[in-house]
């Protein structure tokens, strides 16, 4: 069975920095495409960063040199370093795992960032 548990999250000031983690179990390995998403109050989930191949990575625009994804295969965890926080950056973010067909995702971690 895939599980993906996040932890990392927290408050931070503006400018802050944060890492995010994300263990997988049940079959999930470097090869699989993984990425992070968040959802602020009321709006829709979003794209943030995508680790595709275990080597490749894709950020949304907003991220773009601020955010860093990656994975440590030997751990089973994928990362998500973050920093120059902005207040924007302010959401519940959610690690996602493809296979088998399908997305599997993880129950979300909050970040909230304070100016």
């Known amino acids: 069975q895939v599980q993906l548990v996040e932890s990392g999250g927290g408050s931070v000031q503006a400018g802050g920095s944060l890492r995010l983690s994300c263990t997988t179990s049940g079959g999930i390995y470097s090869t699989n495409t993984m990425g992070w998403y968040r959802q602020a109050p009321g709006k829709e989930r979003e794209f943030v960063a995508g680790?595709?191949?275990?080597?490749?990575?894709n950020y949304a625009d907003s991220v773009k040199g601020r955010f860093t994804i990656s994975r440590d295969n030997a751990k089973n965890t994928m990362y998500l370093q973050m920093n120059s926080l902005k207040p924007e950056d302010t959401g519940v973010y959610y690690c996602?795992?493809?296979?088998?067909?399908?997305?599997?995702w993880g129950q979300g971690t909050q970040v909230t960032v304070s100016s």
């Open positions: 680790l595709y191949g275990g080597r490749n990575t």
């Open positions: 996602s795992a493809y296979s088998r067909g399908r997305n599997y």
